[in-house]
């Protein structure tokens, strides 16, 4: 109720309406007080804090620098590996019932109600959620970073800089998504599983079965894209296609498996495209659906 408070409370001189960008503000201010009301911030915080206190730990159990080659190997180990993760948890956490939640909980009739547009609702929220992932990016970003210094001084790999570059794109991309799916559903639980299943293993276990069975490029999906975010750490960037043997035919018998990696543009123009569309999409389905 606080957003919905905040809305009435927004009187200027002259009886007018806030601008837009006011709005937006607005919005984007109260849904980050949601967050942590409602404690998911401090949630998801904990969660990224224990997962870099348990790599901390791993890697100084492991011997610290003496397990690794070289400061790369070791940034390609630890954030090529976690950053996925941090960025579909906090789109899951701060997107997967930003929209949806206003039906749900019946919050949405008394701030449509109010004269701000559908527009201004749905990219304050965006925000916010951006705004709060990029804090559990942020401090996930400088615990690696310490690490990283402390076992191999302070030249830190280029490539390091350019996942972490990558990792933001996949970040709005994501957030895209389960706003998108957000909008679809007026069941906070209907949004949040499908974007859960989609994002941790939907995409996964698609592009799995598209190497080993049809052996085509799967360009098309999001997982796809964000493999740029770990190959790009590697010292010789993967090949475009490598193919291989395996087993998993009839009685055991071996069969061919190709495995595409996505080009670093490709990863790109993949993920970008994603948010184009599915951004869209979600505020397209905002406008047209009807609190009822």
């Known amino acids: 109720m606080t957003q919905q408070n905040s809305m009435t409370d927004v009187s200027l001189e002259g009886n007018r309406v806030p601008t837009s960008m006011t709005q937006i503000g607005i919005i984007t201010k109260y849904e980050m007080r949601n967050y942590f009301r409602?404690?998911?911030?401090?949630?998801?915080?904990?969660?990224?804090?224990?997962?870099?206190?348990?790599?901390?730990?791993?890697?100084?159990?492991?011997?610290?620098?003496?397990?690794f080659v070289n400061g790369l190997q070791f940034y390609s180990t630890w954030w090529g590996d976690s950053a996925t993760y941090i960025v579909i948890f906090s789109a899951i956490f701060f997107g997967g019932d930003a929209i949806s939640g206003e039906f749900q909980n019946k919050t949405g009739y008394f701030l449509v109600g109010n004269?701000?547009?559908?527009?201004?609702?749905?990219?304050?929220?965006?925000?916010?959620?951006?705004?709060?992932?990029?804090?559990?990016?942020?401090?996930?970003?400088?615990?690696?970073?310490?690490?990283?210094?402390?076992y191999f001084g302070t030249s830190v790999p280029s490539q390091f800089g350019e996942s972490?570059?990558?990792?933001?794109?996949?970040?709005?991309?994501?957030?895209?998504?389960?706003?998108?799916?957000?909008?679809?559903?007026?069941?906070?639980?209907?949004?949040?599983?499908?974007?859960?299943?989609?994002?941790?293993f939907g995409f996964t276990v698609i592009e799995d079965l598209l190497d080993v069975f049809v052996h085509i490029e799967p360009w098309f999906l999001l997982s796809y894209g964000s493999q740029i975010i770990g190959n790009i750490l590697m010292a010789t960037y993967p090949a475009h296609t490598t193919t291989g043997l395996g087993f998993g035919g009839r009685h055991g018998a071996p069969i061919t498996i190709t495995m595409f990696n996505a080009t670093v543009l490709e990863?790109?123009?993949?993920?970008?495209?994603?948010?184009v569309v599915t951004a869209v999409l979600g505020l397209v389905l905002f406008?047209?659906?009807?609190?009822?």
């Open 287 to 292: 406008e047209r659906k009807e609190f009822n």
């Open 115 to 150: 004269p701000i547009r559908r527009a201004s609702i749905y990219i304050g929220k965006w925000f916010a959620a951006v705004a709060a992932s990029l804090i559990i990016i942020g401090i996930a970003t400088a615990i690696c970073l310490v690490n990283g210094i402390y």
């Open 164 to 200: 972490l570059i990558f990792t933001l794109v996949y970040l709005i991309a994501a957030l895209g998504l389960t706003f998108m799916f957000s909008c679809t559903f007026k069941s906070s639980s209907f949004s949040i599983l499908v974007s859960v299943i989609l994002l941790l």
């Open 267 to 275: 990863g790109l123009a993949i993920m970008l495209l994603y948010f």
């Open 38 to 67: 409602s404690r998911r911030f401090f949630i998801l915080l904990g969660l990224g804090l224990a997962i870099e206190a348990l790599l901390t730990f791993l890697v100084y159990h492991d011997g610290g620098s003496s397990g």
